[in-house]
């Protein structure tokens, strides 16, 4: 299984970014997918989560300004971040609860990260 993150990049502060990260190989189900972020000399942190049944919860740092998604057809997750601040530059990373046998307990999986970059 493999997660490949993509959409970051250098912005404005008061724009807006869409993260993406789709989720491929042998795949029976997906429980939780999660978007993290790590900033220059800080430990990652949780930014959003969602349920395989559709319900968000985001860190307090990110409410109002940030929307997570998923298209369980195509195995993505989606993160679209709005009025973004320069303390919101960070790599960001994804991460999904995936069972990949019905016999076998789903384990974590992460993608490789993309950065984001928010100039004042």
């Known amino acids: 299984v493999q997660l490949q993150a993509s959409g970051g990049g250098l912005v404005q502060a008061g724009g807006s970014l869409r993260l993406s990260c789709a989720a491929s190989?042998?795949?029976?189900?997906?429980?939780?997918m999660r978007w993290y972020r790590q900033a220059p000399g800080k430990e990652r942190e949780l930014v959003a989560t969602?349920?395989?049944?559709?319900?968000?919860n985001y860190a307090d740092s990110v409410k109002g300004r940030f929307t997570i998604s998923r298209d369980n057809a195509t195995n993505t997750v989606y993160l679209q971040m709005n009025r973004l601040e320069p303390e919101d530059t960070a790599v960001y990373y994804c991460?999904?609860?995936?069972?990949?046998?019905?016999?076998?307990?789903?384990?974590?999986?992460w993608g490789q990260g993309t950065l984001v970059t928010v100039s004042s």
């Open positions: 991460n999904a609860r995936i069972r990949v046998r019905l016999w076998r307990e789903a384990n974590d999986y």
């Open positions: 969602i349920t395989s049944g559709g319900d968000p």
């Open positions: 190989g042998t795949i029976v189900s997906i429980n939780a």
